[in-house]
Every structure is written in C-alpha cells, then in structure tokens.
C-alpha cells in the first residue's frame, strides 16, 4: 500500500466560515506531492490562500496543474509571452502597449459560467499590488444554501439558469455578431452539487444570466438579482487584501467573487492569473 504523503500543511481558517490560509510553504521549491496536499486542503474550503511566494510563470503553471487542468484564454492580447494559460491583469504598459487587462472581474460572478464546463478553479498571483485598492471579495455559497429555511431550498431546487456569454459581452458594451454561435447559452442547475463531497451550493450569478428557465422576465431575472443579494451579504463575504507575492484560489462551483477598483492615475498593479477547466455542473 502507497504511504500516505508526507503533508506538515500549516492550516488556518481565513474566517470562522470559510477559506484556509496555509502557511510556511514554498510554492516553487516544495514540488508536486505538497501541490497535489495543498490542492486537497483547497477542494474543501472553497479559497485557499498563500502569502510570501516568488514564483516564475513557469512555477505559477506547475503549481495550477494540481488542481486541474489550466485553459488556455480567449482573450490571446493579455496572455503572457509564450504561456497561453497565464492571463495577465494589469494597468502597466510597456513600449506604449498596454500588458494587461484593467479591468477583469468587476461585479459578482463565477467565472466561465456561460460555459458548457465552467471553470472549477481560478489562481491569481500577485506580483506588484496597490496600497489600496483592488481587493477580492469572495461569497460562500455554501453557507448561503445552508441558511435557508427548507420551505425555501424546497422552491429553488430543481431551477435552472440560462447563463449566456452574449448577454455578458452586451452588458460590457461589446460588439457579438448574433449569428456568432462560438459560445452558446447553456442551462445550469442553481443549486450545484461539489463533485468533491456533494455539498451543496446556491449558484447564482447576474451579469451572464437571461433568466429561469419556466418563469418570465422581469420575475426570472428579479429573482436572480434577489438571490445575489442574499449571498453576498458581510456575513457571507471574505475580502482579500492584496500583498505581494500573495496566491488566491477560489473554487468557482461554491463561490462567488468580484474584484473592487483602485486609483490607477496613482499606482500599478500586475495580477498573473491561470484558470482551470471544469465539467458539468451538477
Ligand atoms: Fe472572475
């Protein structure tokens, strides 16, 4: 029989909720069993976060490969040279270029959710921050689920969502060509079982959503905006305050996120960014 890995993680929850912090490890030297440890940590508490790190694109990449497999980007302007997978969040220019993109995330969402097989997990990697400014605010989906009262889950259960990455390019002003049939809407169930241990999750969004599927607009999308409220409240909502060298995972089928603004008239900041394929939720 295999010996179990050898795993010291140093594990600290991020609130009395959810989310671990773990700490005294080196991403880049530690190697995959401790990866595939930490990745195992992760799958049961929705963020997991790791300060101190100095990693390479290269590092960034070998780490991201514990928790599946990363997808490439479609936006191919703001990867990094020559590593597809790395996506790169930034204000910076270089040689009067922009190197990244600003504005990624504002607004509460998960990410990929208008696809068939939405992302399971995202990594940001922190490499220049703003001293304030550009927090991550992450809502537990789980816990939100786990508050309501039966009588409501009872009428929730059983609803789907049309998620639709049209509806998302119109609400960022961007031109779609209706006949563009590259990333069709999909149904999603609402309430999303983790494929890890089955916990449930109220797996709602706004932004990339046309309605419920059976119930009309406006109630369908009311509906909706109405639940994003609910899950988002403090009580449900860890914010992260950005350091150098910072890594942030959150797993995108039990949590919700959005990123918040910073002055950039005044300061930098350089994000490096990978996201793993997913399958269909269930
Ligand atoms: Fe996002």
Not at 26 to 48: K, Q, S, Y
Not at 180 to 198: F, L, N
Not at 224 to 241: C, I, N
């Amino acid at each position: 029989m295999d010996a179990e890995p050898a795993t010291t993680l140093d594990v600290r929850p991020l609130t009395d909720r959810f989310g671990v912090e773990v700490r005294g490890i080196d991403l880049a030297t530690c190697g995959p069993e401790m990866h595939r440890a930490v990745a195992d940590v992760f799958h049961r508490h929705g963020i997991l976060v790791v300060r101190d790190q100095n990693l390479t694109p290269e590092q960034q990449m070998e780490f991201s490969r514990a928790f599946g497999t990363p997808a490439t980007n479609q936006r191919l302007e703001y990867t990094y040279p020559g590593i597809p997978e790395i996506y790169v969040i930034s204000n910076k220019t270089k040689d009067g270029k922009k190197i990244g993109d600003v504005d990624a995330g504002q607004g509460w969402h998960t990410d990929g959710s208008y696809l068939a097989e939405p992302t399971s997990c995202t990594m940001l990697y922190a490499i220049e921050v703003p001293p304030e400014g550009s927090d991550t605010l992450m809502a537990d989906l789980v816990a939100a689920w786990n508050e309501l009262p039966p009588e409501r889950q009872a009428q929730l259960e059983g609803l789907q969502i049309q998620h639709s990455w049209k509806a998302l390019m119109e609400l960022r002003g961007l031109p779609v060509d209706p006949r563009d049939d590259t990333v069709p809407d999909v149904i999603h169930p609402m309430i999303r079982s983790h494929p890890k241990d089955g916990r449930k999750a109220l797996w709602v969004s706004t932004g990339t959503t046309r309605g419920i599927v059976g119930m009309p607009n406006p109630e369908g999308l009311n509906l909706l905006e109405e639940l994003v409220a609910f899950v988002t409240q403090d009580r449900f909502v860890f914010r992260h305050k950005w350091q150098v060298g910072d890594v942030l995972i959150w797993d995108n089928r039990c949590t919700l996120h959005t990123g918040t603004k910073f002055d950039t008239t005044k300061y930098t900041r350089l994000v490096h960014r990978t996201w793993m394929k997913g399958d269909r939720p269930v």
